[in-house]
C-alpha cells in the first residue's frame, strides 16, 4: 500500500463527506429513518456514504471496502480492507450535540494502521501520517480545504498520574456498568463524548482512559484506534487486556478499553 497516496485520498474524501453533512445538519428538517437493528439513519449517512465509496474504490479498486451502510459488505471477510464509518454518532446529529464524526481506516492483519477522524461540526481532524505518527490539522479560516492540508500539530498521549486520572466516556450510551468500572481507578475528574472523539481526546492528552462496556462495530472504532495508536495510545480487549483485533466474523467487538500507556488496568 503507499501510506502517502492513502492518508491524502482518506483525508480529502473525509473533508468533502464532512461538508456533505454539514449541509443535511444546517437543514431545519431532515429526515430520519430506522435501520433494522433499530439505529437511526439519515440522509447525511446515506450520502457521505457514497461519496466515501465511489472515492475509496475508485482509488483502491483491489482493496475490500467494509461501511456501515452497506449491508452486503458485512457479508465480506479479508485480511486487508478499508473500513468506513461515515457518520458515527448519528444520534449525537440528530440531535443536534455536534459529537459526531467520519472515520475511514485501512487494517492490515487484524491492525489498523491508518485513520482519520473528521469531526465537521467541532471543526476538528485527526489522522495518522504515511509513517503512521497521529496528527491533529488545524482549520484554516474556519474550514479544512479538500485539497491542501492545514497546519499539522504531532499529538500524543499524555502521562498518566493513575492517582488522578482523566475519564472519557461515551455520552449516548453511559450505564451502571461503565460507572462501576470507572470507580475502580482514582479519577481526577471525567467528561462525556460522542462517537470516535473519545480515542482522540485520549491520543491528544485530553484524557488518560475511555472504557467502553457496550456493544460497538469495527467500523466504530477502527479510525479512531489508528490514531490512537499513532498517538502512543492503546485499545485492548477489557477481559484480557489483548490489543483489540479486526477483521472478526460480523464485525462485532469485545468490550474494550482504550488508554495511555502507563495506565495501570484493573480487573
Known sequence: MDFERLVTEM???AVQAGETIMR??????FVVKTKSDASPVTEADEAADALISAGLRAAFPGVTLITEEQADSHALMAQTFLIVDPLDGTKEFVNRRGDFTVNIAYVEDGVPLRGV????????????LADGRAVEEQAV?????TEMR???IPIHVATPDNAAL???ASKSHRDQATDDYIARYAVKDSRSAGSSLKFCLVATGEADLYPRIGRTMEWDTAAGDAVLRGAG?????LDDHQPLAYGKPGWDNPFFIALAAGVELKK
Open 24 to 29: 443535511v445538519y444546517a437543514s431545519p428538517d
Open 11 to 13: 483525508r480529502r474524501l
Open 150 to 152: 492545514g497546519p499539522l
Open 166 to 168: 482523566m475519564v472519557v
Open 117 to 128: 477522524v473528521y469531526a465537521p461540526a467541532k471543526g476538528r481532524m485527526f489522522y495518522t
Open 141 to 145: 479560516g474556519g474550514s479544512f480545504d
Open 233 to 237: 495510545g492503546h485499545v485492548v480487549r
